[in-house]
């Protein structure tokens, strides 16, 4: 039976749960497998941590050196998450000729050009799934269930944290700083939850996941980026109310304009599938120009969801010699030829807080004639005394002009305030 000896870099959340996966299943590996899995040696500065898990004295490694050197290690699984140290590391263990398997979304999304580059070099394996959407398969899809498609669009809720903030806030008319606080006390989000919350994970994983989709690097300057956390309660109540529901969407599109990848807060149909995708979950969904729409949805975080990514990253490397690497031109900057959107389109919902006099519709509506932006609904949502909440939904427009639009009508002297702005995708 084919032996395979791994070291893990990292023994946290996801690390426990690799190790987990790991010893307990090794058995049923292999018999199902036919591989002998084990885990050889842990690099953890918390030694505590280690033995807690299970961990023997003996399989802790002292530095990173001790790591690479060890010929029974076969492959490195780093799971420390950060750039540095884990890019130094992951760099050494594939210049030892060590393949890896990494979660590391950040990592990868800025360096994964270095990174792939000397593992050709070394003709060694380099494995992702975890770095995107957890325990959901979305790589291994996007690379061996995909070839025979053209994909034109690709759209995630990929961030659990802000899926479950946005969740609150819509069941419960909770507002932005309460939910947070409660997805911190659960341990979705972190003491400072600015990658979630301000879309910097979802552009991560998204600029990896498009790349994947559309055959070109797409770095992450290339992404367009908004979080959540502007985002009125009343907003997510009214788009309710007028049959939306609030995401915070990863967006990949590709058409004869070029690619448009894009991450912000995104009003969706009530019956659109992702629409239902609540809490901490995830999900994905593609179009290809053969086979039409498929949609993958799990659990885009945790221990065992992200070991199982982990380790079914493991058990492909151990059993296909030949190791793959992205098609396209995968360098620092990506292509120079890829041609990508720079003005998007989009619909918009536009919440204004305006006087309530005669004339102040007409003027509002003039400047998104003006603009080139026709009006699909208006709304009067509430007044009080002499003022009066409106919401304007469009039709698709180009994102300047609308841009522009709104710098007109915030001027306007019967305008008090443009209190929501919020993008439809439908
Ligand atoms: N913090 C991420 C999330 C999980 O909330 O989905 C790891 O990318």
């Known amino acids: 039976m084919k032996k395979v000896g791994v070291a893990i870099l990292g023994l946290g959340v996801v690390g426990g749960g690799v190790y987990e996966i790991l010893t307990e299943k ?84 800025k360096h994964w050009s270095e990174l792939e580059e000397e593992a050709k070099k070394m003709n060694v394996a380099l494995m992702f799934e975890a770095s995107c959407v957890g325990g959901v398969p979305i790589i291994r899809v996007l690379q061996d269930g995909m070839q025979a498609n053209r994909i034109k669009s690709i759209k995630g809720i990929i961030n659990g944290t802000t899926n479950y903030i946005l969740t609150k806030m819509a069941e419960n008319g909770a507002d932005y700083d309460t939910a947070l606080k409660e997805a911190q006390k659960l341990g979705y989000a972190e003491f400072d939850p600015t990658a979630d919350v301000e879309g910097f994970d979802a552009t991560y994983k998204i600029s990896i996941l498009s790349s994947l989709a559309f055959n070109s690097k797409v770095c992450i300057e290339n992404v367009y980026r908004e979080g959540i956390s502007g985002i009125d309660k009343d907003d997510i109540a009214y ?78 490397a151990a059993k296909h010699s030949e190791n793959y690497y992205t098609p396209f031109k995968n360098n620092v900057k ?58 304007v939904i469009t039709h698709p427009a180009l994102e300047s002009a609308m841009q522009k639009t709104i710098e007109k009508i915030v001027s306007l002297k019967e305008v008090v305030a443009v209190k929501g702005f919020i993008r439809i995708e439908e």
Do not use: C, W
Request: proline residues 2%; hydrophobic residues 40%; charged residues 25%.
């Open 239 to 316: 788009g309710k109310s007028m049959g939306y529901t609030l995401k915070l969407l990863g967006i990949g599109k590709q058409s004869e304009e070029g690619i448009d990848v894009r991450v912000h807060p995104t009003f969706i149909k009530n019956e659109d599938p992702l629409a239902s995708v609540s809490d901490s979950f995830n999900a994905v969904h593609l179009v290809g120009d053969s086979v039409g729409e498929i949609m993958l949805y799990g659990r885009g975080a945790g221990s065992l969801p992200t070991g199982s990514a982990i380790v079914s990253d493991v058990i492909f």
């Open 334 to 391: 990506g292509n120079k030829a890829t041609k990508f959107v720079s003005d998007f389109v989009s619909k918009y919902y536009v919440r204004m807080l305006v006087k309530d006099d005669a004339g102040v519709l007409a003027k509002i509506s003039g400047q998104f004639a003006k603009g080139d932006i026709s009006i699909k609904e208006v709304k009067q949502m509430s007044s009080e005394e002499n003022l009066a909440e409106i919401v």
């Open 26 to 109: 090794r058995e049923y590996f292999k018999k199902t497998q036919g591989l002998d899995i084990t885990v050889e040696t842990v690099l953890e500065k918390n030694v505590e941590r280690a033995l807690s898990r299970g961990v023997s004295k003996a399989t802790i490694a002292a530095n990173i050196e001790e790591v690479v050197s060890n010929p029974n290690v076969d492959i490195v699984i780093e799971v420390m998450g950060g750039t540095e140290p884990a890019k130094s590391f992951v760099l050494k263990a594939l210049m030892s000729g060590k393949s890896v398997v990494t979660s590391n979304k950040e990592l990868f999304a």
